[in-house]
């Protein structure tokens, strides 16, 4: 495709997309490559506020972040799972946690022996048997590998923090690597007549920027990859149907809580995202049920502290760019596709695709092959998440509006529709290997929106009722003991 030698790297774009893939990039490569990171102070960033989940730990770690000195930089917070209010039906509530729930068997998950207690008549949450949720809701947290007195996994947790201040953050990090920063407005794109290849940027000043790689982080806004190369767009707004958000700060709690809230309201669902210093606060909506400044009324009414800025709102489409690289153009971030951040996937999408390029770099020339398999892992994973969020919608037992009518009675993915199928036949449930929701999380969403199994595993059948009842008695004491012992999450917050 071309044999040209990628010595100079292009990221068009800063905030959070652009700062973490010139992090990566600068911290792996930075001595065989010269980067550049082309932003514009005039242009804003969407961020107002992120919550991620637990492979950003990673992350951080293979850049060599101290955890103390990034939390203390971004206002940063634990998370430890998402809450979900009225997903169900209204007033119900369940959390989406992170980390294992109960104890796995060879052959056999925990949740058919919890299947079983139930038709025995237990009347016990399945979240009865999960560190993280029993922690949340106690407002815990410590860093706990394993829980005492069995061999069963402790807390898995990943952070709240200020969008804006990480990219901050990550820029004097990069920078430090050799990174060089340049101010200014794109102009234009220009092509090579020949290859099609992105030769150079033309800037407002009438500067040109040329290089071999270009990576596009701009935004929604897809200057490269879509306004440029045109790869096309693969509109998934007939299963998601929200294309907008509202969002506000507001002022911090006395006690901020260590897990994220999605709160369903008539045609969408509001955030809730605690910082050291602020509540992040938004609403995901359909314009077709809902205006947006009736959207806007809904928010403010449903603050839980008082707002410190006027609400923003934000237009956007659920989909994917078709190729995510083309040509020397790859796009990172909201350039390559949105998923509203129901399940805080956005930053995770992006350290995945910077990771991917990493291992898929072409520096002795640009290859299809290579191209066609970056371009089938991204779609993979952007399906698979795609689903996943799907799911929340379709679940819904409401019956109150136009918009959770619709979300009920939509056809849905085939993909999906196996697995839904599946579980509630036989409570088992199967991920591809790569998916980022595991099994548990999947478990956890069905469950806690009513889709629960008809069967279980016949292996839970060679233990007596008494002795299924001893296993969750003993497994809920032992995790009620952990939390017991754990400080506060404030605790943790002031020690920072």
């Not at 410590?142 to 804006?164: C, R, T």
């Not at 407002?204 to 929604?220: E, Q, R």
């Not at 020397?328 to 930053?347: Q, Y």
Request: charged share 20%; hydrophobic share 40%; with cysteine.
């Amino acid at each position: 495709m071309s044999s040209t030698k990628i010595q100079k790297v292009v990221i068009v774009g800063g905030g959070t997309a652009g700062w973490i893939t010139a992090s990566l990039l600068a911290k792996v490569l930075g001595k065989s490559l010269n980067i550049s990171l082309v932003e514009s102070d005039q242009i804003g960033t969407i961020g107002v506020g992120e919550a991620t989940i637990p492979p950003i730990i990673n992350f951080n770690n293979a850049l060599g972040i101290s955890e103390a000195e990034f939390l203390k930089a971004t206002k940063g917070t634990i998370k430890l799972g998402i809450e979900f209010d009225n997903w169900g039906q209204q007033n119900d509530s369940y959390m989406h946690a992170f980390g294992e729930i109960g104890k796995n068997f060879p052959f056999c998950d925990f949740h058919h022996f919890y299947t079983k207690s139930k038709q025995l008549g237990s009347d016990s949450s399945f979240w009865d048997y999960s560190l993280n949720y029993q922690a949340a809701k106690n407002n815990k947290f410590a860093k706990i590998a394993k829980i005492e007195g069995i061999n069963l996994p402790g807390v898995s947790y990943a952070y709240h923090f200020d969008a804006g201040l990480y990219a901050q953050f990550l820029r004097k990090f990069s920078e430090n690597l050799g990174v060089k920063r340049i101010e200014g407005m794109v102009q234009n794109v220009e092509l090579n007549n020949n290859t099609g290849f992105v030769d150079s940027l033309l800037m407002a000043d009438g500067s040109t920027i040329a290089g071999d790689l270009f990576i596009d982080c701009t935004g929604l806004a897809a200057l490269l990859i879509d306004k440029a190369l045109n790869v096309g767009f693969d509109d998934w707004s007939h299963w998601l149907p929200c294309d907008r958000a509202i969002a506000v700060p507001s002022e911090s709690s006395k006690s901020i809580i260590p897990y994220t809230r999605a709160i369903a309201h008539q045609s969408g669902w509001q955030w809730q995202i605690p910082l050291q210093n602020r509540i992040g606060n938004g609403l995901v909506y359909s314009s077709k049920h809902m205006t947006d400044e009736q959207a806007q009324t809904v928010l403010l009414d449903h603050l839980s502290t008082k707002a410190l800025a006027e609400p923003k709102v934000i237009r956007f489409k659920t989909g994917r760019r078709r190729k995510q690289w083309y040509r020397n153009v790859v796009s990172i971030g909201l350039s390559s596709g949105f998923f509203e951040p129901l399940e805080s996937t956005s930053l995770h999408l992006i350290q995945t695709a910077a990771i991917r390029l990493l291992k898929f770099f072409p520096h002795n020339g640009i290859q299809l092959e290579e191209v066609a398999e970056f371009n089938q892992q991204s779609k993979a994973e952007y399906i698979s998440i795609r689903d996943f969020i799907i799911l929340h919608y379709k679940l819904t037992k409401r019956d109150d509006s136009a918009f959770w009518r619709q979300c009920r009675q939509m056809e849905i993915p085939k993909t999906l529709q196996q697995k839904l199928t599946l579980f509630r036949k036989t409570g088992k449930v199967f991920c591809q290997q790569g998916d980022l929701f595991t099994d548990i999380a999947w478990k956890q969403v069905m469950i806690g929106q009513g889709n629960m199994p008809q069967d279980h595993h016949p292996l839970v059948n060679s233990l007596s009722s008494e002795q299924i009842e001893d296993l969750m008695a003993n497994l809920k004491t032992l995790i009620n003991r952990t939390v017991e012992k754990m400080p506060s999450h404030q605790d943790f917050i002031n020690s920072l």
